[in-house]
Nanobody, 129 residues
Framework: QVQLVESGGGLVQAGGSLRLSCAASGGTFSSYAMGWIRQAPGKEREFVSAISRNGASTAHTDSVKGRFTISRDNAKSTLYLQMNSLKPEDTAVYYC??????????????????????WGQGTQVTVSS
């Protein structure tokens, strides 16, 4: 069972940048497709970005395309989210999540928040206007 710990959140002005990290332990990181999901106050959890087990495939929700980049370093068991041109509406708790699967899902990625098996504790991102 994999454990996930996010870091890198904080307070930033609109237009600024942050880089979130998610350190994985207790499992073979390359066996998991990964994703970033966020939850703003009073709102449902929202898919942000996803990446396949081998990093070959990525996806982003429309509101962050061109501003956010998801990546992973399987050798370091770490997932990243580079967030540029941040907007106040990006304010949320950001969670990393993992989805295991058989070998033939190596190129799959998952955009449904309910599809993920393991979750981190979240890191707060606050963007001031």
């Amino acid at each position: 069972q994999v454990q996930l710990v996010e870091s890198g959140g904080g307070l930033v002005q609109a237009g600024g940048s942050l880089r979130l990290s998610c350190a994985a332990s207790g499992g073979t990181f390359s066996s998991y497709a990964m994703g970033w999901i966020r939850q703003a106050p009073g709102k449902e959890r929202e898919f942000v970005s996803a990446i396949s087990r081998n990093g070959a495939s990525t996806a982003h929700t429309d509101s962050v395309k061109g501003r956010f980049t998801i990546s992973r370093d399987n050798a370091k068991s770490t997932l990243y989210l580079q967030m540029n041109s941040l907007k106040p509406e990006d304010t949320a708790v950001y969670y990393c999540a993992a989805k295991g699967g058989p070998w033939y899902t190596i190129n799959r990625l998952y955009t449904g928040t309910h599809e993920y098996d393991y979750w981190g504790q979240g890191t707060q991102v606050t963007v001031s206007s």
